[in-house]
Every structure is written in C-alpha cells, then in structure tokens.
C-alpha cells in the first residue's frame, strides 16, 4: 500500500488548518462565524498574483530558485497579499461587521458575511474571470522518499512554511502580551475592557492575524493545485469542520482538525475512492463530535 | 488634612436613556478611606460604581478622580486614569492561568516594571504564589476574589472599586476577603465598596452612604451606622411597618 495520501493530506490540512485558524480566532473574538473567510483566501492569492504579474513587468524574468518552481518575486508577493487581505479584513470590519456585530442577535453578522462573500467573489470573477490561473506553468518532478511516498520540493517547502506560521501564531497568541489580551478577549469581553485591553485594537489584531493566514493558505493552493475564484468559497466548509473539530478558540485545535480532514479526505482518495471525499471527511467530523461534543481541544462555556 | 480622591457629584446615569438607576448621587472618597456604599436591593449601588467605572453610561453630573474629569471616559482606559473596578462576579479569566491573569492585567505598566509587580502581589496574596499555573477558573470563590483584587491592585490604581467583593462567598472567605481589603487599605490605597453584607463591611470601613433610589440619604462615620437609627429606617426597609411590607420592597426592587 502506498503511503502517499499521508504527504497529499498533510499539504491539504495544511491549508485547510491555516484557513480554519482564522475561523476560529474571529468566531472565538468577535463572536461571529465569517462565511467570507474563504474569500480572504481567494482575494489574497489574485492580489499576490498581480502583485508576482507587477514584478514581472518590472524586472523580467527572475529564475526560480532551484530547487523550487517560484523565484524571491512569489515570496515578496505573498508578504504584500497578506499585508493586502488583512487591510481587506480590516476595510470590510470597518463598513460592514463592526456595524453588524453591534446587534445583539449574532446571525444578523453572519448573514452580512455571506452577503459579502458572494460580493467578494463575483467581483473577482468579473475582473479576473472564472477560469483557473497558476503562479507557475513549470512541472515538477516529485522525489521519491520511500513507503511509496513521492513529494516536491514545493510541497516540502510549503510544509515547512505552514509549521513556523503555526508555530509563530501559537507563540503569539499564548506567550506575548497581545495573545493574552486576544484570549482574555475571547474569555471575558467585559472584563477585558476593565482589565484595561483596549477591545478595538485586539479586533484588529485579530483579522489582522486570520486574513494574511488565509493570503498564505490561498497562495499554497494556488501553487500546488491552481487560482480559481471559487477556490476560497469551496475550502470554507472544510475551514469550519477544522475549526470545529478542533475545538472552536483552539489555535492547535484548528490546525490539527484541518490535518485530520485533510488525512482523511486523502485517505478517501486513496483508498475507497475520489467521490467518497467529503463524505469520509464529514464522517470522521461527526465521528469526533459524538463522542467530544465540544471538539479536541474545546473549552465548555461557563 | 484630607485629599479627596474621587468626588462624584449629582450623578445621573442609567443602562437605557430616559431611565435612570442612579438619580442624581453625590459621594466623595479620601485619601486612604475605605468607602461603604451600601442600600436595600435595587438602590441602585452596583450602578452607580459601574457608572463611575464606565460600564453605565451616565446623562448627568460628573466624576473627578484627583481632580480630572473622567465622567464617562472608556471602560478600557479607566486603569489608566487610576481607576480600578472589581465586578461582582466573572471577574477573572476562567482559562487562563493565574499569572495569566496578572500579565494581561499588566498592559499599561512598563514592560520591565510588569515582573517585579507580578512577585510583589504573590508576595500580598501567597495563596495566588501556590496555584500561580492554575486555571484561574479552578480555583475556590475566595481565591478567586484575591486573584481578582489583585489584578486589579496590580496597576497601582489611586482608587480601588469593588462590587459586592464577598457575594457568593462562604463565611470563612467573607471574613478572609474583608481582612484582606483591610490589609490592603493599611497599604495606602484608597477604596470604595458596595456590600449587602453591611455590618461586616462597616466594621472595616470609615465612612459610608446609603443608597435608597438611586439617590444617597445618608452618610456617616462606619463605626456608628450601624447603630444609627436612620439605618435601620432606610437600609432595611420601613421597620415601623409589618414585616412582609419589608420584604415586598426587597422583591419589588430586585425585580
């Protein structure tokens, strides 16, 4: 038995769990569930996509860096998409949640997220139309590391990327003054504003945090598999299932819940077959749920 | 000599426009006083300091802490302007630790003061040392109360405000929370309290009002409130009457 659905589910929990953190962080935060997160993910790989366009026009040509199939211009591109889908996040909280979740019944922002994020992706087909685009047109050829597993260069390099990106998040969130400031937020919001954390900038912090995560989770797709305008939109219900497997709150939760229904939809492929995907990835969620109830690393509410 | 620290006056202040809990209160705190606001259910007490503190929004009359207005200043920026404010309940993070706890709390101080400060309280309240890794929602409703009066001293506030600090507590951590803000009043800090446990908290404090309406209609030394026969008119209800009229003020304010 080949054991190459293991790195194929690793590369897409990855971006699943780099997604589902985001989910997680705004649901636990600003205590709504952004249907328009999926958005942010496509948004940011077409803004690194023009951005690696604009670079191209301006130096020509750059050669990759072997043995990778994208050059420095993929990488500065990604850190300015991030920067851009967290100025998005933060544009669409200033005109459009903020005001939402103001009200008191929490459906009312969610309702407005899912109105957003079919603005978001019918603007992205009307300026990029809906046919797939890729970083890269280069193949790459997969090494071989044994158990039957093959795997590229990119994947590894991605891999790596997504393990200090969780990392770095897991650090800031636990150890530095702006994570306690995020969980006492999630814990306690009254009490927080008594304690002296000034809510408006941890809400910041927080889009901020999910939205470049979802730039990074989207740029990952768009270099292994391709840029669609959809390609955000379809990741949304597995970022959910992550993040609620996980744990809803839980950073190491979503991660991990994205790396069990990537293992698990990869598993599906491999073994029984590519259409029983979601349902074996649905399966495994409902499976976790009866018997923990709250997710892996949930926390009961008082 | 006495300093005044918080002078409230004639405030006015309430959860919805047009209808006020707290009509027209005027209290003042001194340097090193302990404060006792106390008052038959629905006077209004908890308001009146959550007004103070920024948790009410106030229509009327201002709050001067050392002089400066802060009438209606930003929940979150009230540590900042010296004001501390313990609520009655849900007044620490439930899964954080209980260092956890005292870091965030530790925002406006200097980055290098936050350590010292942090040892400084474990030094005040050795119990919070012990469980310094423990959730703080696992820890007992006294030690609870101690983690939440030292987050709250943490920042060095000019006045610490607490909501009904032994509500809920057993005896034994009733008399240990109202030692401990006797303690802490030795210390220097000025407090002001709200309590339905009036005797109790008048035998640690120095001066109290008494809140009927949201309005105060007394005020006196502690020590001697408690005999005073004023007291027993307003705080526990019209005594010359029957007993069950007492009682349909106590349910007709709560509700």
Same mark, same amino acid.
């Given at each position: ?11 897409? $929990? @990855? ?55 994208? +050059? ?39 309702? &407005? ?65 702006? +994570? ?15 304690? +002296?954390?000034?809510?408006? @900038?941890?809400?910041?912090?927080? #889009? ?5 995560? !979802?730039?990074?989770? +989207? ?32 950073? *190491? ?14 598993? !599906? ?6 259409? #029983? ?15 923990? *109830?709250? &997710? ?7 | ?12 202040? $309430? ?41 009410? *929004?106030? @229509?009327? $009359? ?89 987050? !709250? ?33 030795? @210390? ?31 005020? &006196?030394?502690?020590?001697?409130? #408690? ?12 005594? *010359? ?15």
């Amino acid at each position: 038995m080949s054991l190459q659905f293991v790195v194929d589910g690793l590369l897409t $929990g @990855s971006m699943i769990g780099l997604g589902a953190i985001g989910v997680t962080l705004t649901y636990s935060i600003l205590r709504f569930s952004n249907f328009a997160h999926g958005d942010f993910m496509a948004w940011g790989t077409y803004a690194t996509l023009a951005v690696v366009g604009a670079i191209a026009a301006m130096f020509g040509k750059v050669a990759p860096i072997a043995p990778l199939s994208f +050059g420095w211009p993929l990488i500065v591109a990604l850190v300015v998409g991030a920067a851009f889908t967290a100025l998005l996040a933060l544009l669409l909280d200033k005109v459009l949640f903020s005001r939402l979740r103001k009200q008191e019944q929490a459906i009312i922002a969610v309702m &407005g997220s899912f109105g957003a994020s079919m603005a978001l992706r019918s603007l992205l087909e009307f300026i990029f139309t809906s046919r797939p685009t890729y970083f890269s047109r280069a193949i790459q050829i997969a090494m071989p590391v044994g158990f039957g597993i093959r795997i590229t260069p990119d994947q590894i390099a991605l891999l790596i990327l997504t393990a200090a990106l969780v990392l770095g998040v897991h650090v800031l969130t636990t150890r530095t003054q702006t +994570g306690r400031s995020m969980q006492a937020m999630s814990q306690n919001p009254a009490l927080a504003r008594i304690a +002296g954390i000034d809510v408006a @900038s941890v809400v910041r912090v927080t #889009w901020v945090i999910g939205a470049a995560l !979802a730039c990074v989770a +989207g740029v990952m797709i768009g270099v292994l598999v391709q840029i669609r305008p959809l390609m955000g939109f379809d990741m949304l219900l597995p970022m959910f299932a992550a993040a609620i497997l996980g744990g809803i709150g839980s950073i *190491p939760g979503a991660v991990l819940g994205g790396l069990i229904i990537g293992l698990a939809e990869a598993g !599906a492929v491999q073994l029984i077959g590519a259409e #029983w995907r979601a349902a074996v990835s649905f399966v495994t969620l409902m499976a976790v749920l009866v018997v923990r *109830p709250i &997710g892996l690393f949930g926390v009961r509410e008082r | 000599m006495t300093e005044t620290v918080l002078d409230v006056s004639d405030l006015e202040a $309430g959860y919805e426009p047009g209808v006020p809990i707290v009509r027209g209160a005027s209290i003042t705190v001194n340097k090193g006083e302990i404060v006792v606001v106390l008052g038959p259910n629905g006077a209004g007490k908890s308001s009146l300091i959550k007004a103070i503190a920024g948790l009410v *929004p106030i @229509s009327r $009359g201002k709050v001067l802490l050392d002089g400066k207005d802060i009438t209606g200043a930003p929940a979150h920026t009230m540590v900042r302007l010296g004001l501390a404010f313990v609520p009655q309940t849900e007044n620490v993070f439930p899964r954080m630790s209980v260092e956890d706890n005292l870091k965030v709390a530790c925002g406006i101080l200097e980055r290098r003061q936050a350590p010292a400060r942090i040892e400084e309280m474990y030094a005040a309240f050795p119990d919070l040392l012990r469980q310094r890794r423990t959730p703080a929602g696992n820890l007992s409703g006294g030690q609870r109360q101690m983690l939440a009066v030292a987050r !709250a001293l943490i920042v060095h506030p000019k006045v610490l405000v607490l909501d009904e600090p032994s509500a809920g507590l057993s005896p034994k951590f009733v008399s240990m929370v109202f030692e401990m803000l006797s303690a802490i009043r030795k @210390s220097g800090v000025t407090i002001l309290l709200v309590e339905q446990n009036a005797k109790a908290a008048l035998a640690i404090g120095d001066r109290a009002y008494v809140l009927v309406e949201g309005k105060e209609r007394h005020e &006196g030394i502690a020590s001697t409130l #408690w005999d005073d026969p004023v007291i027993a008119e307003l705080y526990l209800g019209q005594r *010359p009457l029957r007993k069950d009229s007492a009682r349909h003020t106590e349910t007709g304010g709560a509700a």
